[in-house]
């Protein structure tokens, strides 16, 4: 089988779930690895048996062995990245969100357009197989008619003012942190289930601590540097911690949602659940592989992901008997097994959230900042 070659852009945390990710899927090969930092970088694709090492993405670009590319960098190097892909060619997975703008966002679509080449953000959780499963359903209508959606995504990470993280600083992460970072999760997964999009919002931001407590060596994502005995600077922090957001959907569609990164004992507490007029359905991220479904008079049920128990469209994603549990690392994988399935085979659809998707979701979160600073309803922008 000829190997799609491929380079990740960014060594750290999710960068390394990206690696894990694509070393799971046949007819994929990580060729290169690039990073700012060289020392750390080269070390790393050392010890990941990675051939090539780049500390420059423009020397990456002109290799020609690369297919894809993987952009797993801050958000405000997303829109520079990704166009340098576009523009040689490449196929680019990004981490989300995709830019820093819905300008930016608008103009790599039609940079892809015009190159012709394939996109993907990583929205990983609608990749989930009882995800599948909860759409499935949705749209058959198994529930009845779905009319009210409410979901939560809730962390600790940051519970403390001397937990800091480079998604604090506007310049890097964006106005926004805990909407756009895992708010925008919830917006997706409901949007992919429901297959509908929100109309409009009603915002609530909440911030918990205005000014937090930089260390001088700032722990990196979900590490935690400590509270006592080390040096710290304060920096004034813009964005919110926690938010509640109510949204309308298209055809009437109610939804709820609660967000925060402050919730003491919630490690990556994201659950969705769809209200129809028949039954309702319910899916928890840390229970990934069940699926609750709630009815009013012939009892509940909770059942295991499994071809048993799943429809023709989710069972394909599948690759374990009942009881064998699939979660985080399996979504993610999913997705990038859709990025590449289309890649080989455009015409087919796919499951995996592409670069409109991303937009959509960047309009309502900026939905989301403009409703909390002018107290109204903002309606989102076609």
């Not at 892809?112 to 993907?120: D, Q, R, S, W």
């Not at 900042?369 to 309803?377: F, P």
Request: proline content about 3%.
């Amino acid at each position: 089988m000829e190997q799609i070659k491929i380079g990740i852009i960014g060594a750290g945390f999710i960068g390394k779930q990206h690696i894990e990710a694509v070393r799971r899927i046949p007819g994929l090969t990580v060729l290169a690895l690039c990073d700012t930092n060289e020392k750390a970088g080269r070390e790393i694709a050392q010890n990941l048996g990675i051939p090539e090492f780049y500390s420059d993405y423009h020397e990456m670009m002109k290799n020609p062995e690369l297919v894809s590319i993987h952009n797993c960098t801050p958000t405000n190097m997303h829109f520079e990245i990704n166009r340098a892909a576009l523009e040689a060619g490449k196929h680019i997975y990004c981490e989300k969100p995709l830019t820093m703008t819905v300008e930016e966002a608008t103009e790599l679509i039609r940079l892809a357009k015009e190159k012709h080449v394939c996109t993907g953000v990583n929205f990983n959780y609608r990749n989930n197989v009882m995800v599948h499963e909860m759409k499935d359903r949705v749209c058959r209508q198994a529930i009845g008619k779905a009319f009210m959606v409410y979901g939560e995504y809730l962390q600790d990470w940051l519970l403390f003012d001397t937990d800091y993280d480079w998604r604090m600083n506007p310049e890097t992460g964006g106005v926004s942190r805990a909407v756009a970072d895992i708010g925008s999760h919830c917006f997706d997964t409901a949007q992919y289930v429901l297959g509908r999009r929100i109309k409009s919002v009603y915002a609530n931001l909440i911030h918990l601590y205005p000014v937090r407590k930089k260390t001088e060596e700032a722990a990196g994502t979900f590490e935690k540097p400590g509270r006592n005995g080390r040096q710290y600077t304060e920096i004034a922090v813009p964005s919110e911690d926690a938010a509640f957001v109510m949204a309308e959907f298209e055809d009437g569609i109610q939804g709820l949602f609660f967000i925060s990164q402050v919730s003491a004992g919630k490690k990556n507490g994201l659950a969705l659940t769809v209200n129809g007029t028949e039954a309702s359905l319910t899916w928890q991220q840390e229970r990934a592989d069940h699926l609750f479904i709630g009815e009013r008079e012939n009892g509940n049920d909770d059942i295991y992901a499994s071809v048993q128990n799943v429809g023709s469209y989710a069972a394909p994603w599948i690759a374990l008997p009942a009881g064998h549990s699939v979660g985080w690392a399996d979504a993610f994988c999913n997705g990038i097994t859709s990025f590449y399935g289309h890649i080989k085979k455009p015409e087919l659809p796919f499951v995996h959230a592409g670069f409109e998707d991303g937009r959509q979701i960047m309009r309502v979160v900026d939905a989301c900042i403009r409703s909390n600073a002018e107290k109204r309803w903002v309606t989102i922008e076609s």
